[in-house]
């Protein structure tokens, strides 16, 4: 049964509804497998970069799913962005917030929300490589199959996502649904 939720737009937008695609248990138990799986490789003093926005909730119960099994990573952020308001890549790529940190010689695990086109997680990737870091390893939430741009491909995933453009957990049109515990489709039909 397909499983929705109405979300308010208070008084500034319509009230939508929301169709639940991967829901708040099945992340939370996938979340724990790919920290699991990620404490195998043993990646000595290991910095977890999240790729803002987007990833900031995942980001967020990864590093402390990422606790439970042991580890106790170093966190910084970098803000990039291809999208923009739209729901389609402009294909182009550009930081908007840097790293704080200097990542030569470390063992990297680049965190982001979804792979696509895979040009943001190509960025990350070669400019976190080009900096001198010893590893650079890919961790994303969705994966979707057919639009790749670039090949580039994720060593760590949650889940294989539909083609379709999602919200929640972080992810947003327009600034909203980022609150959502769930990933979902906003239902326009
Ligand atoms: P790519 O560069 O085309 O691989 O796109 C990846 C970026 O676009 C991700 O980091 C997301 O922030 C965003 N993105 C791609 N698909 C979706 C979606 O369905 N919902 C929300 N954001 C998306
Ligand atoms: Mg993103």
Redesign the pocket.
């Known amino acids: 049964m397909q499983q929705t939720t109405t979300v308010s737009g208070g008084e500034t937008a319509p009230t939508q509804k929301v169709e639940v695609i991967f829901a708040p248990e099945q992340i939370s138990i996938r979340l724990e497998e790919l920290a699991a799986e990620i404490a195998t490789h043993r990646f000595d003093g290991l910095l977890v970069v999240a ?1 803002l926005k ?1 990833s900031f909730v995942f980001a967020a119960d990864l590093i402390r799913a990422l606790h439970r099994v042991g580890l106790a990573p170093e966190v910084d952020f970098i803000t990039l962005s ?2 923009r308001k739209s729901t389609t ?1 402009s294909g182009q ?1 550009e930081i908007l917030r840097d790293l704080d940190l200097d990542v030569s010689g470390r063992n990297v695990l680049i965190v ?10 190509a960025f990350a990737k070669d400019l976190i490589s080009a900096r001198g870091a010893r590893s650079v390893s890919t961790c994303v939430l969705l994966e ?1 199959r057919t ?1 790749r741009a670039v090949n580039v491909r994720a060593d760590f995933r949650a889940f294989e996502c539909p083609e ?4 929640g957990y972080g ?2 049109v327009a600034y909203r649904y980022r609150e959502l515990p769930f990933v979902g489709r906003v239902v326009t039909d």
């Open positions: 790729v987007g291809s999208y890549s790529v982001d929300d979804v792979l696509d086109s895979g040009r943001t997680l979707k639009h379709v453009f999602v919200v992810m947003d």
